[in-house]
């Protein structure tokens, strides 16, 4: 992905009862290239490509924030990518 340098991780807590139809659509969003839902802390862990950090927040708050059922995230920006492993 040309002109991509931003990549984060984000942990998504969601309405319970709106966690899958969340997880639909944050995944039909160009951005996100992983999505996961988990057990623990977070319903829904999403993985981003943006092109810097002004295009991550428009991402958190022009699209990610106004899905019905998102009620808290959290990001984490990658620093280094120590090991990457596909299957």
């Known amino acids: 992905r ?3 340098k931003t990549m984060a991780m984000i ?3 969601t309405d319970g009862d709106k966690m899958l139809q969340v997880a639909e ?4 969003l160009d951005e996100v290239i992983y999505i996961i839902i988990v057990s ?4 829904i862990m999403a993985e981003v490509f943006c092109r810097d950090h002004a295009d991550l ?17 959290e990001s984490f920006m990658h620093l280094k990518i120590v090991k ?3 299957f």
């Open 57 to 73: 927040l428009k991402f958190l708050t022009e699209k990610l924030a106004k899905i019905i059922g998102v009620r808290e995230t």
């Open 40 to 43: 623990g802390r977070y319903d």
């Open 25 to 28: 659509q944050i995944a039909a």
């Open 2 to 4: 040309m002109g991509i």
């Open 84 to 86: 990457e492993i596909y």
């Open 11 to 13: 942990g998504i807590r």
